[in-house]
């Protein structure tokens, strides 16, 4: 059944229909569901995702069950729901450290029947077998063990994690848990979906090619599973460690593979909380993106791969500055990223005022651009569903931010927050060696630069992180934009 269950916007509305945010049909200590009928995009597809988050309490005896639990499951359901693939339907479980994420796309028309079979095979599941255990692990200590095989930077933007994000695992900790996991243990976390003591709060968005009647059977399949609310205060809820101001937390590391002959160097500088911290990043990193490239990758040839990034991380907004390098030191690399952004001031300050809002206006189109296709509008109505910030307006609301931000505002945002010396620089330096005769002199000439310069070494990310506060939360109602 190919037909459409809404009526379609006519062309000059249609960015106006995919602008209307989600209607909230459900708002209780247990679930929090959403729905949107789709008016734009005039396609017989729909999308449904479901989180649900688990109490912090529980966050590191799950790390490993939660995984076996996934993969037996996907194993569990392979063969039963293996029509659903050439039907144009597919689904995905996977878990994360606040919870297990839920999500079906494809052909309406059959949707929610898979959304109803793929619950209820949860609330079944007992956990796994001894030979999906089996098979299980041997995935889970494969993927570990390629863990060491990994980019330097990938390695270098790992332990900046473990450094600022709470909760999170290390590698150490999830090859320990690992190592003395049991079925036992699986199939414990399989019973939390069939436990009315097991505490959860639920968000689910349905988007596309539904009905109301469809919204109500998902909301009758949710029903089922049978957790008792979770206090939103005990969310497991990925935090930000709120960095010192006005000084530099240096990590050294040695690589990890023996055949790697790259160095890695990762600067990351928090800008603060809030949109308008987010949108100043974003502008500058656009500014900075050519020259940071051209200087250190093209002409000074430090690395292949050269660099920058703006995004936001708890609600933080962050630049990232990154090179890999076989041809330097994580020092040289650190001592040339220094220097770039000393000139940079320069050409920042000097920057005509039409180049000046050329960059305003790409960086305001990039914000605004239209979503081209169904799944674009889900992703984005989703992400401020998961986030807890329902800022159904955000384009408009940061496209604004970004038409009123002057040159000279941008110039005193860098010197504050970016330039050495600024007065709330928040910088986190994760530097890694490669192997070699001259590691060990480079990596303790880099520690005594690092000291003399007053920087903080982190030798312990655990200890480090639990040393400092944490970054607030910005969770907003799901009505307040309106």
């Not at 959860?200 to 009905?211: I, K, R, T, V, Y």
């Not at 109301?212 to 998902?218: E, F, H, K, T, V």
């Not at 060696?433 to 000439?445: C, D, L, M, S």
Request: with cysteine; aromatic share 10%; net charge neutral.
């Amino acid at each position: 059944d190919f037909r459409l269950r809404s009526e379609q916007a006519p062309p000059e509305e249609r960015a106006e229909a995919a602008a209307e945010p989600p209607s909230l049909l459900r708002d209780d200590p247990r679930w929090r569901l959403f729905w949107k009928p789709d008016r734009a995009f005039a396609v017989p597809k729909a999308s449904v995702k479901i989180f649900l988050w688990l109490p912090e309490e529980t966050v590191d005896e799950d790390a490993v069950p939660s995984r076996l639990w996934q993969l037996a499951l996907v194993d569990h359901l392979s063969e039963p729901l293996y029509d659903a693939g050439p039907a144009g339907l597919n689904f995905d479980v996977s878990t994360a450290i606040e919870g297990v994420s839920l999500q079906f796309a494809g052909y309406s028309d059959k949707l929610v029947l898979l959304v109803e079979r793929v619950l209820a095979s949860i609330r079944d599941f007992d956990g796994p077998s001894k030979e999906e255990f089996g098979r299980a692990l041997d995935i889970i200590q494969r993927e570990q063990r390629s863990f060491d095989k990994q980019q330097p930077l990938q390695y270098a933007a790992y332990l900046s994690r473990l450094c600022v994000l709470a909760p999170e695992y290390s590698i150490e900790f999830l090859r320990r848990e690992a190592s003395r996991v049991t079925p036992e243990q699986g199939r414990a976390f399989a019973s939390k979906f069939r436990s009315q003591r097991q505490e959860a709060f639920g968000q689910a968005l349905l988007h596309g090619n539904l009905d109301q009647a469809a919204a109500s059977r998902l909301q009758s399949a949710l029903d089922k599973l049978p957790f008792r609310a979770l206090p939103r205060e005990r969310l497991t809820r990925s935090r930000l460690t709120q960095l010192p101001p006005g000084r530099d937390n240096w990590l050294l590391r040695p690589g990890l593979n023996p055949d790697e002959a790259n160095n890695a160097l990762v600067c990351l500088y928090y800008t603060g909380l809030g949109a308008e911290a987010a949108v100043m990043t974003q502008l500058l990193q656009s500014i900075i993106q050519d020259p940071f490239f051209g200087r250190l990758r093209t002409e000074q040839q430090l690395g292949y791969i050269v660099q920058s990034q703006a995004d936001r991380v708890a609600f933080v907004g962050r630049l990232a500055l990154a090179i890999q390098s076989s041809v330097a030191t994580p020092d040289a690399l650190l001592a040339a990223v220094d220097e770039f952004l000393r000139g940079f001031r320069s050409t920042l300050a000097n920057l005509p005022a039409a180049e000046f809002a050329a960059y305003k206006v790409a960086l305001v189109e990039r914000i605004v651009k239209p979503d081209e296709r169904l799944g674009e509008e889900t992703v984005r109505w989703w992400e401020e569903i998961s986030l807890f910030q329902y800022s159904w307006r955000r384009r408009s609301e940061e496209s604004q931010i970004v038409l009123g931000i002057t040159k000279e505002r941008l110039l005193a945002f860098f010197d504050e927050l970016i330039a050495q010396g600024g007065a709330k620089r928040r910088r986190l330096v994760s530097a890694v060696f490669a192997e070699g005769p001259g590691r060990e002199a480079a990596v303790a000439a880099m520690r005594a630069r690092g000291e003399a310069l007053g920087a903080t070494i982190i030798d312990d990310p655990d200890t480090f992180r639990a040393g400092l506060p944490r970054w607030p939360l910005q969770d907003r109602g799901p009505k307040d934009s309106l």
